[in-house]
């Protein structure tokens, strides 16, 4: 049976690759790890190179140039504990400056991979932090270079991080996870990665709407399988690799249970019947094998109006099928109890703030303005809280993020946020304003915020904080 005869309510407006036949495997490949060469207890130690690989990029497709950490796309993972001491030994064998970003971590400034540390090519660099308590959660590493994220990302260079705590509720009860980096790209007809002619319609598009791919990749597959056996629960670390990318997913004919975000778990667990994920953002979901052996369901992004009327391109409401989930035909195992409380999630304290801020985000500006690296445009105390407010004031949704910390969501369009998470990207919608509150606890220095649509940071949609003692 080909795929495009699966049975279900939605298969008729879903696009899924065609792939051939269904295989009863489970396909779903996951990343390496970096491999730790320390053998000091609490201290990892990695090697990372970039460089200039020939890969097979589509399954099934010619070798062709890209870039890569360690000659795989995704790189390899980062897996770690809370408390560790890391030091990542950086080579770049790219033919161009590069940094690493360590999107989400808590760390300090010349760890952070930021454009104002660039690190030349046949250069190397360590980036050393230790990874703090509480910031258990999925992460993930990309280059950062001043104007050149979106190339370097589109060639292949990201990576997930995992961070585990001394105890996690959900491995506690021996519940399996999976990691998926969701990414999208195109392809020329030879199988190269196709860029745009610079003075090209096309090239305007990705400009506006940011680089969108048609061939949705799941840890740089096409549609793979994930087997579940019947009654088994599996979580899910999703990231969203994507350079402009928002998913809205959600699994046909189930349910998900939403644990987690940027910064890790939840206080307790939601169940929704979808999720939206922002690109460079992360949710972590727990799935249940549900149905009768042999059936499966698909993991599917919804259509999402992220666009202006202009510019939206004209397949954008169609919903596009990313993996399937296929449940085994072995005997149901006795599904484990989800536990209804995860973590405790503290309130940041708002009775105390050193700084109310507005930042306005209009079409390829921050405020205004165009980044500029040697300008500081905000300047705050260490060890103080603030509170700013983002107002979007253009027809196209724009995702908000701050290097180097944690935020807190307090509402969006003045409605209270209705629980509390660790964010380090916070999507808003057209339109619409968002107010964080975000506490600066260490590490002086200066701090990127911007869009993490990554054609718009590269144009300059970013700012400069300055932490000062
Ligand atoms: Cu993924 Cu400046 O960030
Ligand atoms: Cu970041
Ligand atoms: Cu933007």
């Known amino acids: 049976m080909g795929l495009s005869a699966l049975p279900g309510p939605t298969a008729a407006a879903v696009i899924v690759p ?4 269904i295989v009863a495997l489970d396909t779903l490949r996951e990343p390496g790890t970096l491999r730790n060469f320390s053998s000091v207890t609490g201290v990892v130690e990695v090697e ?35 408390g560790d001491s890391v030091v990542i030994h950086f080579h770049n064998q790219l033919p161009e400056s590069t940094t690493v970003h360590w999107h989400g971590l808590h760390l300090p400034a010349d760890a952070d991979g930021s454009p104002l540390v660039p690190i030349a090519p046949g250069r190397t660099y360590d980036y050393t932090f230790r990874i703090p308590p509480g910031s258990a959660g999925t992460y993930w590493y990309h280059p950062h270079p001043d104007r050149r994220s979106t190339f370097q990302v589109t060639m292949g260079l990201f990576g997930a991080i995992i961070i585990r705590p001394a105890r996690d509720p959900l491995a506690a009860r021996g519940i399996p996870e999976k990691l998926l980096i969701l990414s999208d790209n195109r392809f020329k007809s030879d199988g190269a990665i196709a860029f745009p002619d610079p003075r090209s319609f096309e090239a305007e598009v990705d400009l506006e709407n940011g680089r969108e791919g048609n061939v949705l990749l799941v840890n740089g597959q096409v549609m793979p399988t994930i087997q579940i056996r019947r009654g088994e629960v ?4 999703i990231v969203n690799a994507s350079a402009a990318r928002i998913y809205r997913l959600a699994l046909a004919g189930q ?6 975000s940027d910064g890790g778990l939840f206080e307790r667990p939601m169940e929704v019947p979808e999720v939206l994920l922002a690109n460079s ?3 972590e979901v727990l799935v249940r094998g549900t149905g009768t052996p042999g059936s499966q369901l698909l993991l599917e992004d919804l259509p999402y109006d992220r666009y202006m009327p202009q510019t939206r391109p004209a397949d954008w409401d169609s919903t596009r099928a990313l993996l399937q989930l296929r449940v085994g035909g072995g005997p149901a195992i006795r599904p484990v109890e989800i536990p209804p409380v995860l973590r405790p999630i503290p309130a940041l304290d708002t009775t105390h703030v050193a700084a109310r801020r507005v930042i306005v985000m209009s079409q390829g500006l921050m405020d205004g303005k165009r980044m500029d690296t040697h300008r500081v445009d905000i300047r705050a ?4 809280t603030e509170i700013w407010e983002i107002q979007n004031v253009v027809g196209m949704d724009h995702p908000f993020h701050l290097h180097g910390f944690h935020v807190q969501v307090l509402d969006r369009d003045g409605v209270p946020e209705p629980y509390r998470s660790w964010k380090d990207t916070v999507n808003v919608p057209k339109h619409s304003s968002v107010r964080i509150v975000v506490h600066f606890d260490d590490f002086p220095g200066k701090w990127m915020y911007h869009c993490h649509i990554l054609d718009h940071e590269d144009e300059g949609m970013m700012g400069i904080l300055e932490l000062i003692n």
């Open 48 to 82: 990372l190179t970039a460089a200039s690989p020939r890969l097979r990029l589509l399954p099934g497709g010619p070798l062709v140039q890209a870039f890569a950490y360690n000659g795989t796309v995704p790189g390899p993972t980062l897996d770690v504990h809370e």
């Open 18 to 21: 065609a792939t051939g036949p």
């Open 255 to 260: 349910p998900l249970v939403h644990v987690g």
């Open 281 to 283: 953002g992360r949710v």
């Open 381 to 384: 105390q260490l060890g103080t």
């Open 234 to 237: 599996q979580r899910w670390r």
